[in-house]
Protein backbone atom coordinates (compact mmCIF):
# COMPACT_ATOMS: atom_id res chain seq x y z
CA UNK A 1 0.00 0.00 0.00
CA UNK A 2 2.87 2.59 1.33
CA UNK A 3 4.63 1.88 -2.87
CA UNK A 4 1.02 2.69 -4.43
CA UNK A 5 0.23 5.46 -2.38
CA UNK A 6 4.22 6.92 -2.78
CA UNK A 7 3.76 6.89 -6.36
CA UNK A 8 0.65 8.64 -6.40
CA UNK A 9 2.32 11.21 -4.88
CA UNK A 10 5.25 11.18 -6.87
CA UNK A 11 2.61 12.10 -9.43
CA UNK A 12 0.53 14.50 -7.74
CA UNK A 13 4.26 16.07 -6.67
CA UNK A 14 5.17 16.81 -10.22
CA UNK A 15 1.89 18.54 -10.76
CA UNK A 16 1.86 21.11 -8.12
CA UNK A 17 3.69 20.84 -4.75
CA UNK A 18 2.56 22.84 -1.47
CA UNK A 19 -0.10 24.66 -3.03
CA UNK A 20 1.44 26.16 -6.07
CA UNK A 21 3.02 24.79 -10.11
CA UNK A 22 6.92 23.76 -9.40
CA UNK A 23 8.49 25.69 -12.35
CA UNK A 24 11.26 23.23 -12.33
CA UNK A 25 11.66 20.14 -10.29
CA UNK A 26 15.45 19.48 -10.13
CA UNK A 27 15.84 15.16 -10.12
CA UNK A 28 17.12 13.96 -6.66
CA UNK A 29 20.47 12.81 -7.97
CA UNK A 30 20.79 16.12 -9.35
CA UNK A 31 21.41 17.96 -5.70
CA UNK A 32 23.61 14.84 -4.30
CA UNK A 33 26.13 14.63 -7.33
CA UNK A 34 29.48 13.76 -6.24
CA UNK A 35 32.35 15.18 -7.62
CA UNK A 36 34.65 13.12 -9.61
CA UNK A 37 38.01 14.93 -8.45
CA UNK A 38 38.12 16.12 -4.52
CA UNK A 39 40.80 16.48 -1.67
CA UNK A 40 43.09 18.60 -4.14
CA UNK A 41 46.43 19.37 -2.22
CA UNK A 42 49.75 21.35 -3.30
CA UNK A 43 53.16 20.04 -3.34
CA UNK A 44 55.63 21.49 -0.75
CA UNK A 45 56.82 23.29 -4.17
CA UNK A 46 53.49 24.31 -5.25
CA UNK A 47 54.85 22.50 -8.92
CA UNK A 48 51.82 19.87 -8.71
CA UNK A 49 48.43 19.03 -7.08
CA UNK A 50 47.81 15.50 -6.30
CA UNK A 51 44.09 14.70 -5.70
CA UNK A 52 41.79 11.93 -5.96
CA UNK A 53 40.08 10.43 -8.86
CA UNK A 54 37.75 7.46 -9.51
CA UNK A 55 39.33 4.55 -11.95
CA UNK A 56 37.41 1.12 -11.84
CA UNK A 57 35.18 2.49 -9.45
CA UNK A 58 37.43 3.53 -6.66
CA UNK A 59 39.57 6.50 -5.87
CA UNK A 60 42.41 6.75 -6.63
CA UNK A 61 45.59 9.52 -6.28
CA UNK A 62 46.52 10.83 -9.59
CA UNK A 63 49.11 14.36 -10.05
CA UNK A 64 48.49 17.19 -11.84
CA UNK A 65 51.81 18.19 -12.79
CA UNK A 66 51.33 22.15 -13.44
CA UNK A 67 54.87 23.46 -14.77
CA UNK A 68 55.19 20.40 -17.05
CA UNK A 69 51.42 19.09 -18.07
CA UNK A 70 52.37 16.46 -19.92
CA UNK A 71 53.87 14.94 -17.17
CA UNK A 72 50.73 14.82 -15.03
CA UNK A 73 49.66 10.80 -14.51
CA UNK A 74 47.51 8.56 -12.44
CA UNK A 75 49.63 7.32 -9.31
CA UNK A 76 48.01 4.74 -7.84
CA UNK A 77 45.46 1.99 -9.24
CA UNK A 78 43.28 0.02 -6.87
CA UNK A 79 40.39 -1.65 -8.04
CA UNK A 80 38.83 -2.74 -5.43
CA UNK A 81 39.60 -0.05 -2.36
CA UNK A 82 39.82 3.23 -1.99
CA UNK A 83 42.61 5.87 -1.11
CA UNK A 84 40.67 7.42 1.75
CA UNK A 85 43.35 10.36 2.64
CA UNK A 86 46.55 11.49 1.71
CA UNK A 87 49.12 13.75 2.01
CA UNK A 88 52.51 15.57 0.31
CA UNK A 89 55.57 14.09 2.70
CA UNK A 90 58.22 15.74 0.32
CA UNK A 91 57.95 16.89 -3.01
CA UNK A 92 58.75 13.90 -4.50
CA UNK A 93 56.79 11.19 -1.73
CA UNK A 94 52.82 10.89 -1.24
CA UNK A 95 51.48 9.10 2.08
CA UNK A 96 48.47 7.82 1.40
CA UNK A 97 46.46 4.92 3.15
CA UNK A 98 43.29 2.91 2.48
CA UNK A 99 41.49 2.28 6.23
CA UNK A 100 38.49 3.67 6.89
CA UNK A 101 39.30 5.68 10.32
CA UNK A 102 38.44 3.37 13.43
CA UNK A 103 36.55 0.49 11.47
CA UNK A 104 39.82 -1.28 9.45
CA UNK A 105 42.79 -2.96 9.75
CA UNK A 106 45.69 0.16 9.22
CA UNK A 107 47.20 0.17 5.83
CA UNK A 108 49.51 3.17 5.51
CA UNK A 109 52.01 3.45 2.11
CA UNK A 110 54.46 6.12 0.64
CA UNK A 111 54.87 6.22 -2.89
CA UNK A 112 57.58 7.91 -4.85
CA UNK A 113 55.72 10.21 -7.59
CA UNK A 114 58.47 10.21 -9.87
CA UNK A 115 59.06 6.44 -10.10
CA UNK A 116 55.23 5.43 -9.02
CA UNK A 117 56.93 2.83 -6.44
CA UNK A 118 55.22 2.61 -3.85
CA UNK A 119 55.70 0.27 -0.31
CA UNK A 120 54.25 -0.06 2.83
CA UNK A 121 55.10 2.31 6.04
CA UNK A 122 54.31 -0.50 9.03
CA UNK A 123 52.67 -3.69 8.84
CA UNK A 124 49.16 -3.90 8.03
CA UNK A 125 47.69 -4.04 11.65
CA UNK A 126 43.99 -4.04 14.00
CA UNK A 127 45.00 -0.33 15.59
CA UNK A 128 43.98 3.18 14.72
CA UNK A 129 46.49 6.22 13.79
CA UNK A 130 46.35 9.55 14.60
CA UNK A 131 48.37 12.80 12.88
CA UNK A 132 49.76 15.29 14.84
CA UNK A 133 49.16 19.30 14.15
CA UNK A 134 50.95 18.96 10.82
CA UNK A 135 51.23 16.33 8.17
CA UNK A 136 54.69 16.25 6.65
CA UNK A 137 58.45 15.07 6.90
CA UNK A 138 60.49 15.80 9.19
CA UNK A 139 64.59 14.58 8.01
CA UNK A 140 63.41 11.42 6.30
CA UNK A 141 60.56 10.64 9.18
CA UNK A 142 56.86 11.23 9.92
CA UNK A 143 55.26 11.72 13.28
CA UNK A 144 52.25 10.12 14.31
CA UNK A 145 50.05 8.54 17.15
CA UNK A 146 49.35 4.92 17.09
CA UNK A 147 47.14 2.95 19.41
CA UNK A 148 49.33 -0.24 19.47
CA UNK A 149 50.06 -0.82 22.53
CA UNK A 150 46.61 -0.32 23.95
CA UNK A 151 43.50 0.50 22.41
CA UNK A 152 42.40 3.54 24.69
CA UNK A 153 45.73 5.32 24.44
CA UNK A 154 47.47 6.68 21.50
CA UNK A 155 52.01 6.73 21.56
CA UNK A 156 53.71 8.75 19.68
CA UNK A 157 56.44 7.45 17.12
CA UNK A 158 58.07 8.29 14.27
CA UNK A 159 57.62 6.73 10.69
CA UNK A 160 60.45 6.36 8.83
CA UNK A 161 59.58 6.88 5.15
CA UNK A 162 61.63 4.66 3.56
CA UNK A 163 59.64 1.62 5.10
CA UNK A 164 61.86 0.39 7.54
CA UNK A 165 58.99 0.76 10.64
CA UNK A 166 58.75 3.14 13.44
CA UNK A 167 60.35 3.89 16.43
CA UNK A 168 58.41 4.94 19.86
CA UNK A 169 59.05 7.71 20.69
CA UNK A 170 56.93 8.86 23.91
CA UNK A 171 54.80 6.29 25.86
CA UNK A 172 51.63 7.69 26.75
CA UNK A 173 51.02 7.99 30.41
CA UNK A 174 47.71 7.53 29.86
CA UNK A 175 46.26 11.10 29.86
CA UNK A 176 48.05 12.68 27.10
CA UNK A 177 45.03 13.41 24.46
CA UNK A 178 47.17 15.83 21.59
CA UNK A 179 50.61 16.37 20.46
CA UNK A 180 52.01 19.33 18.88
CA UNK A 181 55.53 19.23 16.53
CA UNK A 182 57.65 22.45 16.89
CA UNK A 183 59.29 23.28 13.28
CA UNK A 184 62.37 21.23 13.96
CA UNK A 185 60.26 18.19 13.86
CA UNK A 186 60.75 18.02 17.77
CA UNK A 187 57.36 17.92 20.43
CA UNK A 188 57.60 20.00 23.07
CA UNK A 189 54.23 20.36 23.76
CA UNK A 190 51.50 17.90 24.78
CA UNK A 191 48.20 18.67 25.99
CA UNK A 192 46.05 16.15 28.71
CA UNK A 193 42.63 16.16 29.15
CA UNK A 194 40.31 14.81 32.02
CA UNK A 195 37.52 15.91 29.56
CA UNK A 196 36.61 18.87 31.63
CA UNK A 197 40.17 20.24 32.82
CA UNK A 198 43.23 20.34 30.50
CA UNK A 199 46.62 20.98 30.68
CA UNK A 200 48.92 22.18 28.33
CA UNK A 201 52.71 20.41 29.28
CA UNK A 202 56.02 21.95 27.62
CA UNK A 203 59.84 20.51 27.43
CA UNK A 204 63.18 22.07 26.43
CA UNK A 205 63.44 18.84 24.01
CA UNK A 206 62.96 15.59 23.65
CA UNK A 207 63.73 12.99 26.65
CA UNK A 208 63.41 15.61 29.59
CA UNK A 209 60.44 15.40 32.08
CA UNK A 210 57.21 17.88 30.62
CA UNK A 211 56.59 20.80 33.04
CA UNK A 212 53.18 22.22 33.44
CA UNK A 213 53.04 25.72 31.88
CA UNK A 214 49.17 26.14 30.88
CA UNK A 215 45.74 24.99 32.56
CA UNK A 216 42.21 25.45 31.29
CA UNK A 217 38.52 24.74 32.67
CA UNK A 218 36.04 23.32 30.47
CA UNK A 219 34.68 26.78 29.99
CA UNK A 220 37.97 28.39 28.33
CA UNK A 221 39.90 26.73 25.42
CA UNK A 222 43.23 27.21 23.85
CA UNK A 223 43.54 25.54 19.94
CA UNK A 224 47.04 25.29 19.39
CA UNK A 225 47.95 26.02 15.30
CA UNK A 226 51.70 25.47 14.97
CA UNK A 227 54.78 27.32 15.86
CA UNK A 228 56.01 30.48 15.37
CA UNK A 229 58.61 30.68 12.55
CA UNK A 230 61.88 30.41 13.52
CA UNK A 231 61.01 29.42 17.15
CA UNK A 232 60.49 26.00 18.83
CA UNK A 233 59.23 28.25 22.07
CA UNK A 234 55.77 30.46 20.64
CA UNK A 235 53.29 29.13 18.84
CA UNK A 236 49.98 30.79 17.33
CA UNK A 237 46.62 29.57 18.94
CA UNK A 238 43.16 30.36 19.28
CA UNK A 239 42.31 31.59 22.55
CA UNK A 240 39.06 32.58 24.43
CA UNK A 241 41.19 32.81 28.03
CA UNK A 242 39.77 36.20 29.81
CA UNK A 243 37.39 36.88 26.98
CA UNK A 244 33.98 35.37 25.46
CA UNK A 245 35.28 34.86 21.73
CA UNK A 246 38.43 32.54 20.45
CA UNK A 247 40.85 35.17 19.45
CA UNK A 248 44.12 34.42 17.46
CA UNK A 249 47.23 34.99 19.39
CA UNK A 250 50.61 34.41 19.50
CA UNK A 251 51.83 32.70 23.27
CA UNK A 252 55.07 32.05 24.64
CA UNK A 253 55.02 28.29 25.00
CA UNK A 254 57.43 27.91 28.36
CA UNK A 255 55.27 30.30 30.17
CA UNK A 256 52.35 29.71 29.21
CA UNK A 257 51.16 33.31 28.35
CA UNK A 258 49.84 35.64 25.56
CA UNK A 259 52.05 37.92 23.94
CA UNK A 260 50.43 39.36 20.71
CA UNK A 261 46.50 39.12 19.81
CA UNK A 262 46.69 39.28 16.31
CA UNK A 263 42.57 39.02 15.86
CA UNK A 264 39.97 39.21 17.76
CA UNK A 265 36.21 40.11 17.09
CA UNK A 266 33.18 40.76 19.72
CA UNK A 267 30.28 39.31 17.74
CA UNK A 268 31.99 35.83 16.60
CA UNK A 269 34.88 33.24 16.96
CA UNK A 270 38.11 33.34 14.80
CA UNK A 271 37.63 29.70 13.47
CA UNK A 272 40.46 27.00 13.29
CA UNK A 273 41.81 27.82 9.16
CA UNK A 274 44.36 29.71 7.83
CA UNK A 275 47.44 28.57 9.67
CA UNK A 276 50.19 26.63 7.11
CA UNK A 277 52.69 25.02 8.91
CA UNK A 278 55.20 25.19 6.03
CA UNK A 279 54.59 29.32 6.30
CA UNK A 280 54.77 28.89 10.08
CA UNK A 281 52.67 31.50 10.06
CA UNK A 282 48.34 32.11 9.82
CA UNK A 283 48.22 33.50 6.58
CA UNK A 284 44.51 34.16 6.97
CA UNK A 285 41.29 33.85 9.36
CA UNK A 286 38.26 33.80 9.01
CA UNK A 287 34.71 34.81 11.27
CA UNK A 288 31.51 33.41 10.42
CA UNK A 289 28.80 36.69 10.68
CA UNK A 290 26.10 36.91 8.07
CA UNK A 291 28.53 35.22 5.78
CA UNK A 292 32.08 34.20 5.98
CA UNK A 293 34.46 36.58 6.18
CA UNK A 294 38.02 36.50 5.43
CA UNK A 295 40.94 38.68 7.21
CA UNK A 296 44.28 37.97 4.78
CA UNK A 297 47.27 38.62 7.42
CA UNK A 298 50.33 37.48 5.01
CA UNK A 299 51.24 40.36 2.31
CA UNK A 300 52.32 38.15 -0.23
CA UNK A 301 48.55 36.02 -0.10
CA UNK A 302 47.05 39.50 0.26
CA UNK A 303 48.08 40.65 -3.39
CA UNK A 304 46.86 37.04 -4.37
CA UNK A 305 43.54 37.07 -2.79
CA UNK A 306 42.55 40.73 -3.98
CA UNK A 307 43.54 39.36 -7.82
CA UNK A 308 41.38 36.69 -7.29
CA UNK A 309 38.73 38.63 -5.60
CA UNK A 310 38.48 40.63 -8.74
CA UNK A 311 37.83 37.71 -10.87
CA UNK A 312 35.00 36.13 -8.71
CA UNK A 313 33.68 39.11 -7.38
CA UNK A 314 30.00 37.68 -6.75
CA UNK A 315 31.16 34.72 -4.82
CA UNK A 316 32.16 33.71 -1.38
CA UNK A 317 36.24 31.89 -1.81
CA UNK A 318 37.63 30.09 0.28
CA UNK A 319 41.30 29.51 0.05
CA UNK A 320 42.04 25.71 0.34
CA UNK A 321 46.01 25.78 0.07
CA UNK A 322 48.92 27.55 -0.53
CA UNK A 323 52.51 25.85 -1.13
CA UNK A 324 55.46 27.64 0.78
CA UNK A 325 56.69 29.93 -1.75
CA UNK A 326 53.30 31.27 -3.00
CA UNK A 327 53.92 29.50 -6.19
CA UNK A 328 50.56 28.30 -6.65
CA UNK A 329 47.16 28.82 -4.47
CA UNK A 330 44.17 26.39 -4.71
CA UNK A 331 41.07 27.90 -3.77
CA UNK A 332 36.90 27.27 -3.90
CA UNK A 333 33.99 29.65 -4.89
CA UNK A 334 30.48 29.46 -4.23
CA UNK A 335 27.47 31.01 -3.23
CA UNK A 336 24.35 30.11 -1.13
CA UNK A 337 22.41 29.41 -5.03
CA UNK A 338 25.73 28.17 -6.53
CA UNK A 339 28.25 25.06 -5.57
CA UNK A 340 30.77 26.63 -7.39
CA UNK A 341 34.33 25.66 -8.19
CA UNK A 342 37.69 24.46 -7.08
CA UNK A 343 40.32 26.19 -8.98
CA UNK A 344 43.88 26.94 -8.58
CA UNK A 345 45.55 30.26 -9.60
CA UNK A 346 49.49 30.18 -10.84
CA UNK A 347 51.33 33.20 -10.12
CA UNK A 348 54.31 32.60 -12.48
CA UNK A 349 51.69 31.90 -15.53
CA UNK A 350 49.38 34.77 -14.13
CA UNK A 351 46.49 32.04 -14.88
CA UNK A 352 43.33 30.65 -13.14
CA UNK A 353 42.07 27.01 -13.63
CA UNK A 354 39.07 25.36 -12.61
CA UNK A 355 40.32 21.57 -11.39
CA UNK A 356 36.37 20.84 -10.94
CA UNK A 357 32.85 22.10 -10.93
CA UNK A 358 31.60 21.54 -7.63
CA UNK A 359 28.23 19.90 -9.16
CA UNK A 360 27.93 20.52 -12.43
CA UNK A 361 24.52 19.46 -12.94
CA UNK A 362 23.09 22.43 -10.91
CA UNK A 363 24.70 24.78 -13.46
CA UNK A 364 22.48 27.61 -14.63
CA UNK A 365 19.55 26.53 -12.21
CA UNK A 366 17.35 28.20 -10.64
CA UNK A 367 17.56 28.06 -6.49
CA UNK A 368 16.43 29.13 -3.04
CA UNK A 369 18.16 32.52 -1.24
CA UNK A 370 19.60 31.28 1.86
CA UNK A 371 18.90 34.82 4.44
CA UNK A 372 20.46 34.91 8.38
CA UNK A 373 17.44 35.92 10.30
CA UNK A 374 17.37 36.36 14.28
CA UNK A 375 14.77 36.51 17.12
CA UNK A 376 14.10 36.01 20.77
CA UNK A 377 14.20 32.81 22.58
CA UNK A 378 11.72 33.04 26.00
CA UNK A 379 14.18 34.38 28.30
CA UNK A 380 15.60 36.74 26.13
CA UNK A 381 18.59 35.37 24.09
CA UNK A 382 19.37 36.41 20.57
CA UNK A 383 19.28 33.21 18.57
CA UNK A 384 20.29 33.54 15.16
CA UNK A 385 20.38 30.71 12.12
CA UNK A 386 19.05 30.75 8.56
CA UNK A 387 16.12 30.61 6.38
CA UNK A 388 15.96 29.65 2.47
CA UNK A 389 12.85 30.46 1.04
CA UNK A 390 11.66 28.72 -2.06
CA UNK A 391 11.41 30.01 -5.57
CA UNK A 392 7.67 30.59 -5.55
CA UNK A 393 6.39 33.96 -3.38
CA UNK A 394 3.33 32.97 -1.34
CA UNK A 395 1.46 34.20 1.76
CA UNK A 396 2.65 31.66 3.94
CA UNK A 397 5.47 28.92 3.54
CA UNK A 398 5.06 24.87 4.25
CA UNK A 399 8.02 25.02 6.60
CA UNK A 400 11.08 22.57 7.24
CA UNK A 401 12.90 22.79 10.68
CA UNK A 402 16.47 21.69 9.76
CA UNK A 403 17.94 20.77 12.86
CA UNK A 404 21.90 20.21 12.46
CA UNK A 405 23.77 17.75 14.33
CA UNK A 406 26.05 17.83 17.16
CA UNK A 407 24.93 19.80 19.58
CA UNK A 408 28.12 20.85 19.12
CA UNK A 409 28.31 22.80 15.42
CA UNK A 410 26.88 25.30 13.75
CA UNK A 411 24.91 25.84 10.58
CA UNK A 412 26.50 28.57 8.24
CA UNK A 413 25.88 30.58 5.15
CA UNK A 414 26.50 28.94 1.68
CA UNK A 415 25.71 26.56 -0.46
CA UNK A 416 23.79 23.08 1.02
CA UNK A 417 22.14 20.16 -1.47
CA UNK A 418 20.03 19.29 1.32
CA UNK A 419 18.79 22.38 2.19
CA UNK A 420 18.55 23.63 -1.72
CA UNK A 421 16.38 20.08 -2.34
CA UNK A 422 13.93 20.91 0.33
CA UNK A 423 13.49 24.35 -1.22
CA UNK A 424 13.37 23.21 -4.22
CA UNK A 425 10.20 21.04 -3.37
CA UNK A 426 8.35 24.34 -2.23
CA UNK A 427 9.37 23.89 1.20
CA UNK A 428 11.19 27.18 3.05
CA UNK A 429 14.14 25.51 5.56
CA UNK A 430 14.70 26.90 8.98
CA UNK A 431 17.69 26.26 10.28
CA UNK A 432 18.62 26.98 14.14
CA UNK A 433 21.97 27.77 15.83
CA UNK A 434 20.32 26.90 19.17
CA UNK A 435 22.24 27.61 22.54
CA UNK A 436 25.00 24.84 22.80
CA UNK A 437 26.23 25.22 18.83
CA UNK A 438 30.19 26.57 17.83
CA UNK A 439 30.88 29.96 16.89
CA UNK A 440 29.30 32.51 18.95
CA UNK A 441 31.50 32.16 22.00
CA UNK A 442 31.80 30.66 25.01
CA UNK A 443 28.81 31.73 27.01
CA UNK A 444 26.54 30.96 24.59
CA UNK A 445 28.19 27.12 24.09
CA UNK A 446 27.65 26.57 27.35
CA UNK A 447 24.71 27.58 27.79
CA UNK A 448 23.32 24.51 26.21
CA UNK A 449 25.13 21.92 28.53
CA UNK A 450 22.60 19.70 30.16
CA UNK A 451 20.00 21.06 28.00
CA UNK A 452 19.40 18.57 25.12
CA UNK A 453 15.93 18.30 26.65
CA UNK A 454 15.18 21.68 27.95
CA UNK A 455 16.50 25.38 26.36
CA UNK A 456 18.22 23.69 23.45
CA UNK A 457 14.66 22.61 22.44
CA UNK A 458 12.90 25.60 23.70
CA UNK A 459 15.37 27.67 21.22
CA UNK A 460 14.04 25.68 18.01
CA UNK A 461 10.15 25.82 19.09
CA UNK A 462 10.54 29.54 19.89
CA UNK A 463 12.19 30.26 16.39
CA UNK A 464 8.83 28.00 14.77
CA UNK A 465 6.60 30.35 16.62
CA UNK A 466 8.15 33.24 15.42
CA UNK A 467 8.34 32.09 12.20
CA UNK A 468 4.38 31.98 12.40
CA UNK A 469 3.56 35.18 13.93
CA UNK A 470 6.00 36.47 11.27
CA UNK A 471 3.77 35.22 8.87
CA UNK A 472 6.21 33.28 7.21
CA UNK A 473 5.28 29.67 8.43
CA UNK A 474 1.70 28.22 7.28
CA UNK A 475 1.40 26.90 11.14
CA UNK A 476 -0.91 23.59 9.62
CA UNK A 477 2.05 22.71 7.51
CA UNK A 478 5.55 22.31 9.54
CA UNK A 479 8.28 19.46 9.77
CA UNK A 480 11.19 18.82 11.62
CA UNK A 481 14.08 16.98 10.68
CA UNK A 482 17.62 15.94 11.37
CA UNK A 483 20.36 13.92 11.58
CA UNK A 484 21.87 12.31 14.75
CA UNK A 485 21.22 14.98 17.76
CA UNK A 486 19.13 16.53 14.88
CA UNK A 487 17.04 13.08 14.44
CA UNK A 488 16.94 13.58 18.43
CA UNK A 489 15.31 16.76 18.41
CA UNK A 490 12.67 15.58 15.64
CA UNK A 491 11.64 12.74 17.87
CA UNK A 492 11.86 15.13 21.00
CA UNK A 493 9.72 17.21 19.25
CA UNK A 494 7.23 14.05 18.34
CA UNK A 495 7.31 13.48 21.87
CA UNK A 496 6.83 16.94 23.88
CA UNK A 497 5.76 18.97 20.88
CA UNK A 498 3.33 16.88 18.58
CA UNK A 499 0.69 20.43 18.00
CA UNK A 500 3.56 22.74 16.58
CA UNK A 501 4.04 20.27 14.13
CA UNK A 502 2.74 18.06 11.32
CA UNK A 503 5.21 15.69 11.12
CA UNK A 504 9.07 14.32 11.88
CA UNK A 505 11.91 13.19 9.98
CA UNK A 506 14.71 10.98 11.95
CA UNK A 507 18.15 9.75 10.74
CA UNK A 508 19.73 7.95 13.77
CA UNK A 509 18.48 10.13 15.94
CA UNK A 510 19.17 9.16 19.67
CA UNK A 511 16.68 7.40 21.14
CA UNK A 512 17.93 6.48 24.56
CA UNK A 513 20.50 7.94 26.04
CA UNK A 514 21.58 5.17 28.56
CA UNK A 515 23.20 3.92 25.23
CA UNK A 516 24.92 6.67 23.60
CA UNK A 517 26.69 6.59 26.81
CA UNK A 518 27.17 2.36 26.82
CA UNK A 519 28.54 3.32 23.11
CA UNK A 520 31.06 5.32 23.68
CA UNK A 521 34.32 3.78 22.64
CA UNK A 522 37.14 3.30 24.50
CA UNK A 523 39.73 5.84 22.90
CA UNK A 524 36.86 8.45 23.60
CA UNK A 525 37.26 7.19 27.11
CA UNK A 526 39.05 10.22 28.75
CA UNK A 527 36.35 12.97 27.24
CA UNK A 528 33.58 11.26 29.78
CA UNK A 529 33.45 13.76 32.22
CA UNK A 530 33.01 16.41 30.14
CA UNK A 531 30.27 14.84 28.38
CA UNK A 532 28.69 14.75 31.71
CA UNK A 533 28.96 18.36 31.36
CA UNK A 534 27.36 18.75 28.69
CA UNK A 535 24.94 16.04 28.43
CA UNK A 536 24.15 14.93 32.29
CA UNK A 537 25.72 11.59 34.25
CA UNK A 538 23.31 8.57 33.22
CA UNK A 539 23.93 7.19 36.90
CA UNK A 540 23.87 10.02 38.72
CA UNK A 541 20.80 11.75 36.90
CA UNK A 542 18.74 8.78 36.10
CA UNK A 543 15.57 10.66 36.32
CA UNK A 544 17.18 13.06 34.11
CA UNK A 545 17.97 10.64 31.22
CA UNK A 546 14.74 9.03 31.34
CA UNK A 547 12.58 12.43 30.87
CA UNK A 548 14.76 13.14 28.12
CA UNK A 549 15.11 9.90 26.14
CA UNK A 550 12.37 9.61 23.27
CA UNK A 551 12.73 6.04 23.66
CA UNK A 552 10.45 6.54 27.18
CA UNK A 553 8.20 8.83 25.41
CA UNK A 554 6.93 7.10 22.58
CA UNK A 555 3.31 6.58 23.83
CA UNK A 556 3.40 10.17 23.34
CA UNK A 557 3.75 10.20 19.77
CA UNK A 558 0.58 11.10 17.85
CA UNK A 559 2.47 12.83 14.47
CA UNK A 560 3.64 10.80 11.49
CA UNK A 561 7.94 9.77 11.94
CA UNK A 562 9.93 9.16 8.77
CA UNK A 563 12.60 7.10 10.67
CA UNK A 564 16.13 6.03 8.99
CA UNK A 565 18.36 4.11 11.01
CA UNK A 566 21.69 2.57 10.25
CA UNK A 567 22.99 -1.02 11.11
CA UNK A 568 26.46 0.56 12.48
CA UNK A 569 25.66 3.23 13.65
CA UNK A 570 27.41 2.93 17.15
CA UNK A 571 24.95 5.90 18.99
CA UNK A 572 21.62 4.81 18.29
CA UNK A 573 21.25 0.71 18.77
CA UNK A 574 18.68 -1.01 16.32
CA UNK A 575 17.22 -2.34 19.43
CA UNK A 576 16.05 0.82 20.67
CA UNK A 577 14.94 1.67 17.29
CA UNK A 578 13.11 -1.28 17.03
CA UNK A 579 11.59 -0.44 20.35
CA UNK A 580 10.77 2.86 19.38
CA UNK A 581 9.07 2.24 16.41
CA UNK A 582 6.58 -0.72 17.66
CA UNK A 583 5.28 1.35 20.39
CA UNK A 584 4.76 4.31 17.77
CA UNK A 585 2.85 1.94 15.93
CA UNK A 586 0.91 0.42 18.68
CA UNK A 587 -0.95 3.27 18.86
CA UNK A 588 -1.78 3.37 15.10
CA UNK A 589 0.57 6.83 14.05
CA UNK A 590 2.01 6.63 10.95
CA UNK A 591 5.36 5.59 10.86
CA UNK A 592 8.01 4.54 7.47
CA UNK A 593 10.79 2.87 9.09
CA UNK A 594 13.76 2.83 6.83
CA UNK A 595 16.67 0.33 8.10
CA UNK A 596 20.78 -0.27 6.08
CA UNK A 597 22.08 -2.40 7.83
CA UNK A 598 25.49 -1.35 6.02
CA UNK A 599 24.86 2.13 7.03
CA UNK A 600 26.51 4.00 10.15
CA UNK A 601 25.10 7.43 11.59
CA UNK A 602 24.69 9.12 7.96
CA UNK A 603 24.10 6.77 4.82
CA UNK A 604 27.55 7.26 2.35
CA UNK A 605 26.02 4.80 -0.31
CA UNK A 606 24.76 6.51 -3.09
CA UNK A 607 22.02 4.63 -3.87
CA UNK A 608 21.11 4.65 -0.25
CA UNK A 609 21.36 8.30 -0.26
CA UNK A 610 18.93 8.45 -3.26
CA UNK A 611 16.11 6.40 -1.53
CA UNK A 612 16.46 8.54 1.33
CA UNK A 613 15.82 11.51 -0.04
CA UNK A 614 12.71 10.20 -2.03
CA UNK A 615 11.54 8.89 1.29
CA UNK A 616 11.91 12.55 2.34
CA UNK A 617 10.14 13.25 -0.51
CA UNK A 618 7.39 11.59 -0.81
CA UNK A 619 6.49 11.93 2.90
CA UNK A 620 6.65 15.30 3.22
CA UNK A 621 4.34 15.79 0.46
CA UNK A 622 2.07 13.18 1.91
CA UNK A 623 1.72 15.55 5.10
CA UNK A 624 2.55 19.03 4.02
CA UNK A 625 0.40 19.34 0.93
Not at 68 to 75: A, I, T
Not at 427 to 443: D, I, L
Not at 601 to 610: D, G, H, P, T
Request: aromatic residues 14%.
Amino acid sequence: MWLIKRLNIYILFFLCSCGGAQDSTIPIPDFFEKAEKTSFKLSPDGSKIAYLGLEDHCRNIFVLDIVNPDSSKQLTYQDNMNVQYFFWATNDSIVYSNSQSFEDSLRLYTIDVRYELSKPLIPVDDHQIRWLNTSRAFGGNILALMNRRDSSVFDLYRIRLDGTGSTLIDQNPGNFSSWFASNDGKVRLVMSSDSVEETFWYRVEEGMPFINVIKTDFESTIFPLGPVRGNVNSMYALSNMGRDKLALVEMEIQYGRETKVILADQDADVNREGYFFSHEEPLFSTVYKNHKEVVIHNPKLAQIYRYIRKKFSDYSIDVLDVDSMFNTVIFKTYTDRNPGSIYYYHVAKDKVVELTAQNPKLSGKSLGQMKEVSYYSRDGRTIKGYLTYPLKEQKSYPVVVLVHDGPNRRDVWGFNAEVQFLANRGYAVFQVNYRGSTGFGKEFFTAGFKQWGGEIQNDISDGVTWLIHQGIADKTRIAIMGAGFGGYSALYAACFNPTLYKCAISSSGYINLFTYFKEIPPYYQQYLKLYHRIIGNPTKEYELFKAISPLFHAEKVSIPILFFQGGKDKHSSVTDANQFIQKVKNRDVPVRYVYKEEEGKRFRKAENIIEYYQEVEAFLASYLN
